[in-house]
C-alpha cells in the first residue's frame, strides 16, 4: 500500500509560481512512475504532467508544456511539480498518483494504482 500526501496549493496571481510536492510512503517509491493530473469544477480529471522511475523522462500535457516542470527525489520519497507563469485556467484540484511497476509513465487516470487526496491551485486574474 502506498500513501501519497499532497502539498504546495493555494492562491496566486496570475503570473505567479507554486510548487506542490507529493511524499510517498513506501520503500519502493523509486520504481514508482509518477503523474500530477488536476480537476477543475464540472470538468474530468485530466493528465498534468509524469515522469518514469527508472530513466526520469518527463510528458507534460499541451497545456502546461514549457511552464510546469516535474521531478523526483528518491531519496526523499518526493515527487514535485513546479509551476511558473500561472494562467486563471489552471485553477484546479491538483492530484499526484503513482503507477507501481509502470516502465514509461502514463498519461490516463486508468493507468495509476495509488492517489493523493489532492491540493487546491487558485489563480485569479
Known amino acids: 500500500q502506498v500513501q501519497l500526501v499532497e502539498s504546495g496549493g493555494g492562491l496566486v496571481q496570475a503570473g505567479g509560481s507554486l510548487r506542490l510536492s507529493c511524499a510517498a510512503s513506501g520503500r519502493t517509491f523509486r520504481r514508482y512512475a509518477m503523474g500530477w493530473f488536476r480537476q477543475a469544477p464540472g470538468k474530468e480529471r485530466e493528465f498534468v504532467a509524469a515522469i518514469n522511475w527508472r530513466d526520469s523522462n518527463t510528458y507534460y500535457a499541451d497545456s502546461v508544456e514549457g511552464r510546469f516542470t516535474i521531478s523526483r527525489d528518491n531519496a526523499k520519497n518526493t515527487v514535485y511539480l513546479q509551476m511558473n507563469s500561472l494562467k486563471p485556467e489552471d485553477t484546479a484540484v491538483y492530484y499526484c498518483?503513482?503507477?507501481?511497476?509502470?516502465?514509461?509513465?502514463?498519461?490516463?487516470?486508468?493507468?495509476?494504482?495509488?492517489w493523493g487526496q489532492g491540493t487546491q491551485v487558485t489563480v485569479s486574474s
Open positions: 498518483a503513482a503507477d507501481a511497476g509502470a516502465v514509461v509513465a502514463g498519461k490516463t487516470i486508468y493507468e495509476y494504482d495509488y
